[in-house]
């Protein structure tokens, strides 16, 4: 039996200059999350170099709350992805992180007190309520009269988040590089967040402003009917996974996938869901190259992207 395994080989740090050289000793090392790291690496490389395939990014909002923000960031403005399926929170943290800053906390501030002095916490992140609250509706409700003096009246979700981001200048943002690279960004759960609201709160004066979500699934639909073969990194579980896999299904499933997550599967929560299990479904193909790494993504998404511009000469 044993003649079929490779041995354990052990990691050497002497050895190791560069991200990819730790990438491949992980790899090597046989145990336990670090390997599954280095492999889910290895399916992504393939993944982007396949010049054939609609490569798909699913994340959730809190990570744009961070840091890694600017790796999501720098992976779109190099066009390494086709299609961004998210939710309402990007929107909102993508922008009023253009318009204000957010700072360092932790897990065990004192939440009544943070209230009273008008902050909110986002895990060990502290929000200012004027940055994501009267500052974001300024700014949008801005934008959104502009549109409308130009003639726009009901369009998608998708060519909405397009249209803002090219109002935006700061190249630290998301918005800013989807719209300049042609990039769609799906958020199935639109309203869910300040940016779906201040699109209601417009509403309320601007009756004939609306979003129909019929347009961004039409334009999902042919993307994927398009696609000769798909793949998708995706982070975290939620709408964003579900509603990128539910409609991969309908062309017999993906063909790569690489989902790093911290739910657990016993619950039967689809956020819990292994990747293996949607096969079953045919949201993954039964020959797909796929893995899930559980990990929490802020831990790993830098050093996987590190290592995967090393191992395809991105210039950095």
Same mark, same amino acid.
């Given at each position: 039996?044993?003649?079929?395994?490779?041995?354990?080989?052990?990691?050497?740090?002497?050895?190791?200059?560069?991200?990819?050289?730790?990438?491949?000793?992980?790899?090597?090392?046989?145990?336990?999350?670090?390997?599954?790291?280095?492999?889910? %690496?290895?399916?992504?490389?393939?993944?982007?170099?396949?010049?054939?395939?609609?490569?798909?990014?699913?994340?959730?909002?809190?990570?744009?709350?961070?840091?890694?923000?600017?790796?999501?960031?720098?992976?779109?403005?190099?066009?390494?992805?086709?299609?961004?399926?998210?939710?309402?929170? %990007?929107?909102?943290?993508?922008?009023?992180?253009?318009?204000?800053?957010?700072?360092h906390g932790d897990f065990l501030?004192?939440?009544?007190?943070?209230?009273?002095?008008?902050?909110?916490?986002?895990?060990?992140?502290?929000?200012?309520?004027?940055?994501?609250?009267?500052?974001?509706?300024?700014?949008?409700?801005?934008?959104?009269?502009?549109?409308?003096? =130009?003639?726009?009246?009901?369009?998608?979700?998708?060519?909405?988040?397009?249209?803002?981001?090219?109002?935006?200048?700061?190249?630290?943002?998301?918005?800013?590089?989807?719209?300049?690279?042609?990039?769609?960004?799906?958020?199935?759960?639109?309203?869910?967040?300040?940016?779906?609201?201040?699109?209601?709160?417009?509403?309320?004066?601007?009756?004939?402003?609306?979003?129909?979500?019929?347009?961004?699934?039409?334009?999902?639909?042919?993307?994927?009917? =398009?696609?000769?073969?798909?793949?998708?990194?995706?982070?975290?579980?939620?709408?964003?996974?579900?509603?990128?896999?539910?409609?991969?299904?309908?062309?017999?499933?993906?063909?790569?996938?690489?989902?790093?997550?911290?739910?657990?599967?016993?619950?039967?929560?689809?956020?819990?869901?292994?990747?293996?299990?949607?096969?079953?479904?045919?949201?993954?193909?039964?020959?797909?190259?796929?893995?899930?790494?559980?990990?929490?993504i802020t831990q790993v998404l830098?050093?996987?992207?590190?290592?995967?511009?090393?191992?395809?000469?991105?210039?950095?």
């Amino acid at each position: 039996m044993l003649k079929d395994h490779r041995k354990v080989v052990d990691i050497r740090p002497a050895e190791i200059s560069s991200f990819s050289q730790l990438m491949d000793a992980m790899e090597r090392a046989g145990g336990f999350g670090g390997r599954k790291v280095a492999e889910a %690496t290895g399916i992504l490389r393939r993944m982007l170099q396949d010049k054939e395939c609609t490569r798909f990014l699913s994340f959730p909002a809190a990570i744009m709350a961070t840091g890694v923000r600017g790796v999501i960031v720098d992976m779109v403005r190099r066009g390494l992805f086709d299609v961004i399926v998210t939710t309402t929170g %990007t929107l909102d943290h993508d922008l009023a992180r253009v318009w204000g800053d957010y700072y360092h906390g932790d897990f065990l501030l004192d939440d009544l007190e943070l209230k009273e002095l008008g902050l909110m916490r986002l895990g060990n992140v502290v929000v200012p309520l004027e940055v994501y609250g009267p500052s974001l509706e300024e700014h949008l409700t801005g934008i959104f009269e502009e549109l409308y003096r =130009e003639g726009v009246r009901e369009v998608g979700g998708a060519e909405l988040i397009r249209m803002v981001g090219e109002r935006i200048e700061d190249d630290s943002s998301l918005l800013h590089w989807t719209a300049r690279r042609g990039i769609p960004v799906f958020v199935p759960g639109f309203y869910d967040g300040a940016f779906g609201s201040h699109v209601w709160l417009f509403n309320q004066r601007r009756r004939d402003f609306r979003v129909d979500p019929l347009k961004d699934e039409q334009l999902l639909s042919d993307i994927v009917y =398009e696609s000769k073969r798909s793949g998708a990194l995706i982070l975290g579980g939620g709408i964003s996974k579900h509603h990128t896999i539910w409609w991969n299904q309908f062309r017999g499933g993906l063909d790569y996938a690489v989902y790093v997550t911290t739910a657990q599967e016993h619950d039967g929560s689809l956020s819990g869901a292994r990747m293996r299990e949607a096969v079953s479904w045919g949201k993954v193909r039964e020959d797909a190259s796929y893995i899930t790494v559980e990990a929490e993504i802020t831990q790993v998404l830098p050093l996987m992207v590190m290592a995967l511009y090393e191992m395809m000469g991105v210039d950095r």
